[in-house]
């Protein structure tokens, strides 16, 4: 491994665990209060009404929850789709109630291979979590690179990130493979990412 990508590995990880603790410290409620927030600013965006096929995703350690998104996207008839590890990459498989949603690798409620797995062309928008962004889009995850392998052929302007607002930094260090959103929501309103044409 070259010097360089050895510090920006550092670097994201001394960032992971400092907004990790921070996201730790949240109380249930606030959890609660802020994700129901975020998901208005959400159903705000014209992407999202626009949208006829979305991906959420699990939340884990105080993640930004998603389940009443996911009621207002089936209550809207939105199809929703969840993913599930395959190997290194991801695979999204519709649900259309929770129940359906299993534990799986890494302790994450996944969809179940059984179920219609989608052609991720066809998804209208990825919705993400992440550990943090910056305001340029860029996103930090957990550190394994799933969405980044998953979706690096989708448009950033297909992908939005939901995190509370001390999870939106400045600037985070990116390697080639990271890959930005187009837009991040948080409780107090939505960061449009500046975007390069032609964008990944
Ligand atoms: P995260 O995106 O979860 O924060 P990283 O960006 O640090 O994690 O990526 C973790 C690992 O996954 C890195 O070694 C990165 O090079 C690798 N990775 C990410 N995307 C791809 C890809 N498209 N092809 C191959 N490896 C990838
Ligand atoms: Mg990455």
Do not use: C
């Not at 957990?142 to 607002?165: E, F, M, P, T, W």
């Amino acid at each position: 491994m070259k010097s360089g990508s050895f510090n920006i590995k550092l670097e994201k990880d001394s960032i992971r665990n400092s907004v990790a603790n921070r996201r730790s410290a949240l109380s249930d409620v606030e959890v609660k209060q802020k994700s129901l927030l975020i998901s208005d600013n959400l159903y705000s965006l014209e992407v999202l009404k626009l949208s006829n096929s979305i991906a959420l995703y699990s939340s884990i350690h105080n993640e930004v929850m998603t389940e009443s998104i996911f009621k207002e996207a089936i209550q809207t008839e939105k199809e929703v789709y969840f993913p599930r590890v395959n190997g290194s990459s991801l695979d999204f498989h519709r649900i259309h109630y929770l129940e359906q949603l299993k534990i799986g690798k890494f302790g994450v409620l996944e969809s179940q291979a059984h179920l219609f797995k989608a052609d991720i062309k066809q998804i209208d928008l990825f919705v993400i979590p992440a550990l943090a962004f910056d305001k340029s889009g860029s996103r930090l995850g957990y550190g394994k690179g799933y969405y980044d392998r998953a979706l690096s052929n989708i448009s950033q302007s297909k992908k939005v990130g939901l995190s509370y607002s001390f999870q939106v930094l400045d600037s985070v260090p990116i390697d080639k493979d990271d890959r930005k959103v187009g837009f991040i929501v948080t409780e107090q309103g939505i960061v449009f990412s500046r975007r390069k044409l032609g964008g990944k």
